[in-house]
């Protein structure tokens, strides 16, 4: 059996990143992608989610600019990591789903079902997509009406006419109730926080500090918190319409659910149809348990991409690189981390 210097688990923009440095620096490796067909977890989002709704899509390495063209993101972003696997002949094996890894001595073991392989490194790009983070509030279970997450939400048409209940204070839910308000029969946004708006201009200094909050977050070994979470929500032109209704007008958590709605905190029901969750995601990463990389603050403490635990693991779209300028630099911060531990691996066995 091969055995690689790297395995890259997740085709997303991370691990599409990874494995064109890992194939420059010429080490061996394969990517292995749980889903279908290329394209992360961008080709699981809304049918509603148009590239003019996108906050920009990083180029890949040694490619085109995608910019801003028409149509849905679950499209044209699929279709622009297809083309990139093909132009750079990027060994990338799907459908694979992996259950777990392994340490078996010097070297990590990748399961997927009955099938394995072997490896001196690997480089985690999972993200996030996978892992929707669904609150538990007393009462959900009898709930009459509907839930659900952002993860499965299905386009505003789903919620017309209908009393909608949408939880959560970030981009998500501010963009989501851009698109129900205006159409529903009525909307209610609850958080946990006052949300905090952005007052100034969102620019290059200002997206470099927050992301260095939450690089400080991943060194010290906490769970990473979003970039969005740092920077603060704004409102864009589309979502005026569901401004002027009074749908960001931000109501504190109900203190349970019932039957027919939310119970809010002065005593008073609202009636519900649906409770969209806009929750949030956690990293995917339950498959690295064996390797028990997690602090005693409940993150994977980092430095740069690896794992201070098992220098041998690389994470990218983890934390501060899970944007898709900071998966391009992480992908070649990870294959540099790759090629470092390979060399000094290799010196320890010759001394």
Excluded: C
């Excluded at 931000?250 to 409770?275: C, K, N, Q, S, Y």
């Amino acid at each position: 059996m091969e055995t690689y210097d790297a395995v890259v688990i997740g085709a997303g923009q991370a691990g599409l990143s990874a494995s064109y440095h890992l194939k420059r620096r010429g080490l061996s490796h394969v990517v292995l992608d749980a889903d279908d067909a290329p394209g992360g977890a961008w080709q699981h989002r809304w049918d509603s989610l148009s590239m003019q709704d996108v906050h920009g899509i990083a180029a890949l390495p040694d490619a085109d600019l995608l910019g801003t063209p028409d149509g849905r993101a679950n499209t044209v972003v699929p279709a622009y990591f297809g083309d990139y696997e093909r132009a750079h002949d990027l060994r990338v094996l799907r459908p694979v789903r992996v259950d777990a890894v392994t340490d078996e001595g010097d070297l990590l073991v990748v399961h997927s079902g009955e099938r394995t392989w072997t490896t001196r490194t690997i480089v985690n790009a999972t993200g996030t997509w996978t892992q929707p983070h669904l609150p538990y509030y007393p009462g959900a279970a009898d709930f009459a009406g509907e839930q659900l997450h952002t993860v499965s939400y299905p386009g505003p048409a789903h919620f017309a006419g209908r009393r909608v209940v949408v939880v959560g204070g970030g981009a998500s839910a501010v963009q989501l109730l851009g698109e129900i308000a205006p159409i529903a029969a009525d909307s209610l946004w609850v958080t946990r926080r006052e949300p905090v708006w952005r007052t100034d201009e969102f620019n290059p200094d200002a997206g470099r500090a927050a992301v260095a909050l939450v690089e400080e977050r991943v060194r010290r070994g906490l769970p990473p918190a979003s970039v969005v979470s740092v920077t603060g929500l704004a409102l864009r032109e589309q979502e005026r319409a569901a401004e002027r209704l009074g749908a960001y007008v931000r109501h504190p958590m109900f203190t349970r659910i019932e039957p027919d709605g939310v119970r809010m905190p002065d005593g008073g029901l609202w009636p519900a149809d649906v409770i969209l969750w806009a929750t949030g995601f956690r990293p995917a990463v339950n498959h690295l348990a064996p390797l028990h990389l997690r602090s005693e603050h409940g993150g994977i403490q980092l430095d740069g991409t690896t794992a201070v635990a098992d220098p041998r693991v690389q994470l990218v779209g983890y934390g501060p690189s899970a944007s898709t300028i900071g998966a391009n630099r992480a992908g070649r911060v990870a294959a540099r981390g790759v090629a470092t531990w390979l060399a000094q691996a290799s010196s320890a066995s010759s001394a």
